[in-house]
């Protein structure tokens, strides 16, 4: 039953994400995009991650695609762009990416992986605990790389 | 506070202080007008700040407690003594980098308080990536570096500065996410992200989890390739540095090379077990790195492409320290990144200087300096020497001891093809000494270089030719700080 269920988001995400990269219109490409992620979050909810699924949607579905659209929606020329990306070397980009697949299931068929001791990592309170106390140091780091990617993108943007 | 946090921050001072100097740069960068201003008062007072963060950093870093190999927040970073010498080269890299930006024309209508903002946080980051001892700080350092470098490279108001920044996003964010699958996949086979639980997970490991971590390893080599312009991810280099302001192009060649080293010491370290497998093949990139960056660079005739592509070969020598994995490499490795530090940072000045004066990036812009400014070209040969490895200055020591160190751990090929490459790399360097020299000046005038210029080419030139002259010094602190390392 569960993997009937896996295999429908896993096919989901597939379908939309070969969306992504074949469909030449921008806007249904960026739209594929968002039912990629919404396939990712119903993965992670099978797994039993609640709270990274309700991430997963509330930050790359609810924030980052709707960027991605407005971006897409401000810029006239790219929205009703057909044929946007040159696609000189399909054949190679597909061999490549195809031999590269091919490797990574070589390599990790088989596998017996051991389950992460888990415990209560989902427990939110905990989640937070970790972020101020042992994880304070790289939390406090993304801050800065927050305010960087911020800063310069508003230092470039307002001169153009 | 937590003890562990507070105990944590006494050895992370200097780091501390950077980060609130670029935020407050940030800030005071704005004040005084609009964006554009570039010498009004928010540029001045942005950089009067980072330099007294700097100062502060540089007195903590100094001050520093007897360095500890205890990891620090909750086992993230290690400040060891080998951290050390990369933590003064990313302050050392900033404070060159901010005199640059200062003297560079170019980025006269830039908003130059940001820029030097972003340069502290890059700053910080390159620090972190020296201490990582955790793969999730090691990423978050990475993309901290990463980020405001793209931002740094688009900072010219010209269309192929737009190109170039998104040039190199583009190339980074691909080499990030292969560098982030490699990471997840070491994660599901070691439970864990820490160096020192990787180090034991993966220690007596079998097929088929052996080839896995084999796999995981070499998609991780991805991204800190593309960090040190190692072959084949080397393609953005020219492309970055040709957009790029000069002084943002002489830091993308230094401070991220350097820490990237300093990261792949760390990750190797952790690997130790996969390390005889991997071998083979980062020594034939080593080979081709230096080989491919020094025959293209022959045929360049943009000083910055020039420069971009000596970057690549020079990344080749550096590699050899790490491929012989051995003490005495790892020692020639930090030796030779300090001569480059200096004879690089102070050929870009030179750069800097000429850009200043003709506007053109042309190796023909240089024609004639020797007549037009003695001392600019007397300099510029100098640093141009050291970077071919002309005794007896220090990027001649360097090459001399990195070479030795491969022919003591019987890599002899390595070092044949490192003592061929400098023979090739020879001749650009010198062609460029003979514009200088032998051919007839393009403008006429004396070029006189603005303050902050002198000062940087004054101590990279002293420091290639003093530390040329006398290593013993610097060679005994290093390898003191090697034989402590704990790893």
């Known amino acids: 039953m569960s993997f009937t269920v896996f295999a429908l988001f896993a096919a989901l995400v597939l379908v939309s994400a070969i969306w992504v990269v ?53 810029t006239a020329k790219l929205q009703t762009a057909v044929d946007v990306p040159s696609r000189r070397q399909p054949v190679a980009a597909a061999l490549a990416c195809t031999a590269l697949f091919a490797v990574l299931v070589a390599a990790t068929w088989g596998l017996s992986w051991s389950p992460y001791p888990a415990g209560d990592a989902v427990n939110l309170s905990a989640l937070g605990r970790e972020l101020v106390e042992t994880l304070v140091l790289p939390f406090e780091v993304i801050s800065l790389v927050f305010v960087a990617a911020v800063v310069g993108a508003i230092a470039i943007a307002a001169r153009r | 506070m937590n003890t562990v946090i507070r105990e944590s921050l006494n050895a992370w001072w200097p780091e501390a202080w950077l980060s609130l100097g670029g935020l407050l740069a940030m800030v005071l960068g704005v004040w005084g007008g609009k964006a554009g201003a570039a010498d009004g008062r928010g540029a001045r007072a942005a950089a009067a700040v980072l330099w007294l963060a700097l100062l502060a950093a540089a007195v903590a870093l100094w001050r520093t407690p007897e360095a500890t190999s205890s990891s620090l927040f909750f086992g993230l970073i290690v400040c060891d003594p080998v951290s050390l010498p990369f933590r003064w080269l990313a302050l050392g890299a900033v404070a060159v980098t901010m005199l640059l930006i200062a003297a560079s024309k170019e980025l006269a209508s830039a908003p130059r308080g940001e820029a030097y903002g972003l340069l502290g946080l890059i700053g910080v980051g390159l620090m972190l990536m020296a201490e990582a001892s955790h793969l999730l ?125 300093a990261l792949l010491l760390r990750v190797m370290g952790a690997l130790e077990p996969v390390w005889p497998t991997i071998a083979p093949v980062v020594l034939g990139l080593t080979i081709v790195t230096m080989t491919l960056g020094n025959l293209v660079a022959l045929v360049q005739t943009n000083v910055k492409r020039l420069l971009a592509y000596s970057t690549i070969g020079q990344v080749g020598y550096l590699l050899i320290g790490f491929v012989v994995h051995t003490d005495l490499g790892i020692e020639a490795m930090m030796l030779y990144l300090i001569a480059y530090f200096f004879m690089n940072f102070g050929a870009f000045a030179c750069v800097v200087a000429v850009v200043n004066d003709s506007g053109s990036e042309a190796l023909e812009a240089f024609r004639g300096l020797g007549r ?39 890599h002899t090929a390595l070092a044949l093809a490192g003592i061929l490459n400098s023979a090739i790399a020879l001749y650009y360097y010198v062609n460029l000494v003979r514009l200088m020299y032998f051919v007839e000046p393009q403008r006429a005038g004396v070029l006189q270089p603005p303050w902050m210029l002198r000062v940087t080419l004054g101590v990279c030139g002293a420091m290639t030719l003093g530390l040329g002259l006398f290593p013993n010094a610097l060679l005994q602190a290093l390898r003191a700080i090697v034989s402590a390392n704990l790893l």
């Open chain 2, 137 to 261: 700080m090691a990423y978050v350092a990475l993309e901290l570096v990463s980020l405001a470098s793209y931002v740094l490279v688009g900072f010219l108001e010209e269309r192929r500065s737009a190109e170039a920044s998104l040039k190199y996003l583009l190339y980074g964010a691909t080499a990030s996410g292969v560098m982030l699958f490699g990471m997840s996949l070491l994660f599901g086979l070691t439970s864990s992200l820490s160096f020192s639980d990787i180090l034991l997970s993966v220690d007596g490991m079998h097929q088929p989890m052996a080839g896995a971590v084999m796999l995981a390893v070499l998609l991780m080599l991805v991204g800190l390739a593309f960090k040190i312009s190692m072959v084949p991810f080397h393609q953005w280099t020219p492309d970055a540095y040709e957009g790029a302001p000069v002084a943002v192009a002489a830091f993308l060649s230094v401070g991220p090379k350097a820490a990237g080293l």
């Open chain 1, 22 to 74: 074949t469909l030449r219109n921008l806007f249904r490409a960026a739209l594929s995009l968002g039912l990629a992620l919404l396939g990712v979050a119903a993965i992670f909810l099978l797994l039993e991650a609640e709270f990274l699924a309700f991430v997963q949607i509330l930050v790359y579905v609810g924030a980052i695609l709707t960027l991605v659209i407005f971006a897409i929606m401000l």
């Open chain 2, 372 to 410: 037009r400014s003695p001392v600019l070209a007397l300099l510029c040969t100098l640093f141009l020497m050291s970077l071919a490895g002309i005794p007896p200055l220090l990027g001649f020591f360097g090459k001399f001891l990195l070479f030795g160190s491969a022919i003591a751990a019987d």
